[in-house]
Every structure is written in structure tokens, then in C-alpha cells.
């Protein structure tokens, strides 16, 4: 029996123009009703019932390296760390004290970012003290995980208007609370830190009755050789659910809100990480209708 396609699904709908031709859109479908809304490279094309002569979901699109790359250059830029300064086509940052791979490694940013080109990435950070750590995007490295290989994550993303939607017990900031900070653990409870974003950050605290039971944060950048050109994404972070909140659908409310406050700032793509070990985590946001981008982690042996 063939399930009828989903909100989020990638899906070719064609329709029967008046003029009596056959035509097909193939996109992201952002709502089943009557008309389909399907999105396309950014724009919603709406198809009515009687027009359809048939629809399906189909595999989503081949991920391209070139397109890993770019997405790898926006989630650097929402955590560019306090120092840092691109090298041989590596962007090396540096953290000081802070915790956490984004803030001490080197993400591949252009295609001259190969395992060949690594002396002067390696110099960097011997000149700051510390073993070079570079941020392993599978499919652009070319070669198998080497043997420390470490905080295995995968990168997932959506079209943030085919599941936005705004909730009324979310408040959005620009600036993090001391609430907001106070959920958070290790590097994301430092204010700096968490408002680091070459772009720009919102801060959505989900407080019913007065309490703070969830907080995300969302960054705002673009993806091309410059932060003003190229696909605008927003990136999800820092979401905590406070334990006596949990399984009740407030991290989905939370992301949904997320979305739309995306959607009303110009976003065109959503994305997120999420460690290979959160299975919890994956069911959720495949529950949302993202999809898997690409895979990542952190070498230090190379």
C-alpha cells in the first residue's frame, strides 16, 4: 500500500495546465491541502487538486561535495570562536578556555582545504600552544576516519517554512538571558559565546507560567565566499529541555517556533547537528521531516 506524501517529503506532482499540457514541479512539499504548496530552489509553487494528475514522494536529491562545503562554511560561521583566521583554505579558530570542538579545530572551507595542505594549519596552532584538531567532514577528506576520530555527529536540514510554526509561549531576544544561560552547560552558558555568530543569533526561551522549561538558540548566516552572498541558513543549537519538562513535545514546539521566526527572517534552509549517539534526538528530527546532509567529527591524529 503506497503512503500518501508527507509535509517535508521531496515529492513530483504533475499537473494538467488548462491549456491541456502536462507539466511536473518536483520540490519540497510544505502543505497537502488543497492547493499542494510545493517549494522549489526557494519558491512556493501551489498546484490545485483538480489539476493533479498525480504525486509521490521520491528520494531526495544527491547531496553534491561543493554543497557539504558550503553548508560547513555556515555552520563555521555560527560558531567562529573568540581567534581565528583562515589558512590554506581551512578556517582555524581558537577558543582560549572554551570547551568543545567548534571553538579549537579547523573546518574545510574551500576546495583547497585538503589533508595535502595542512603544515600551515598545523603551525597556527602550535604558535597558540596546542595540537592541531581538525574538524573531519567525511565525504570532503577522501580518505577513511583515522584511529582518533571523536564526537561523531551528523548534520540534518529542512526547508524551516514547511514546519514552521509560531507558538505564543516562545520569546525571542537578541541577547541571551541570565535565564536562558542559566539552562545551558558548558560553552553555550558562556554569553559571549552563545552571541557569537558572524550573521546574526535570536535567543528563544520557552517559559510557561513564569518557568524556564527549554531554550534554543538560533544563528542567522549565509553560506557563499563572503556572509552576504550565498543560501541564508539558520542554525539550531543549544536546545535544552529542563529534565522535569521533558517528554512533553516541548522540543518540538521549540524547533517549530524556530522555524518560523527563520522563515519571517529570510531563511531559506534550516539546519542542525546532532551526535550520532542521540537516537533520541534523530527520531525527532526525522519525526520534523529533516534529512541527513552529510557526517562529521574531530581528528587530532593527522
Known amino acids: ?171 525571542w531576544s537578541d541577547t541571551p538571558s541570565p535565564a536562558w544561560l542559566a539552562l545551558q552547560t558548558a560553552a553555550a552558558a558562556d554569553g559571549a559565546w552563545s552571541a557569537a555568530v558572524l550573521g546574526a543569533a535570536r535567543f528563544g526561551t520557552l517559559a510557561p507560567d513564569g518557568d524556564v522549561a527549554a531554550t534554543v538558540r538560533l544563528s542567522l548566516t549565509r553560506d557563499g565566499d563572503d556572509i552576504d552572498t550565498g543560501t541564508s541558513w539558520a542554525g539550531i543549537g543549544s536546545l535544552v529541555v529542563a529534565e522535569r519538562y521533558r517528554r512533553r513535545g516541548l522540543a518540538t514546539e521549540l524547533v517549530r517556533s524556530l522555524a518560523a521566526e527563520a522563515t519571517v527572517r529570510g531563511a531559506a534552509r534550516c539546519f542542525l547537528e546532532v551526535l550520532d549517539s542521540n537516537t533520541a534526538a534523530h527520531a525527532l528530527y526525522a519525526g520534523l521531516g529533516f534529512t541527513e546532509h552529510h557526517r562529521y567529527g574531530y581528528a587530532s591524529d593527522v
Open 1 to 171: 500500500m503506497r503512503i500518501a506524501p508527507t509535509p517535508g517529503d521531496r515529492v513530483v506532482v504533475r499537473r494538467l495546465l488548462p491549456s491541456g499540457q502536462a507539466t511536473d514541479v518536483i520540490g519540497t512539499l510544505e502543505s497537502d491541502g488543497d492547493p499542494l504548496v510545493v517549494v522549489r530552489d526557494g519558491q512556493r509553487h501551489t498546484v490545485p487538486r483538480a489539476e493533479i494528475v498525480a504525486y509521490k514522494a521520491v528520494p531526495a536529491r544527491p547531496v553534491r561535495n561543493r554543497e557539504i562545503r558550503a553548508l560547513t562554511r555556515a555552520q563555521a560561521r555560527c560558531w567562529p570562536s573568540s581567534e581565528n583566521a583562515e589558512v590554506d583554505g581551512w578556517l582555524c579558530r581558537f577558543g582560549g578556555g572554551l570547551p568543545g570542538g567548534r571553538a579549537n579545530s579547523a573546518a574545510p572551507l574551500t576546495p583547497e582545504a585538503s589533508l595535502d595542505r595542512i603544515d600551515g594549519v598545523r603551525a597556527w596552532y602550535a604558535e597558540r600552544g596546542m595540537l592541531m584538531r581538525l574538524q573531519w567532514v567525511d565525504r570532503l577528506m577522501g580518505r577513511p576516519r583515522p584511529p582518533h576520530f571523536d564526537r561523531s555527529s551528523r548534520v540534518f536540514v529542512v526547508d524551516p517554512a514547511a514546519i514552521a510554526d509560531p507558538s505564543p509561549q516562545v520569546v
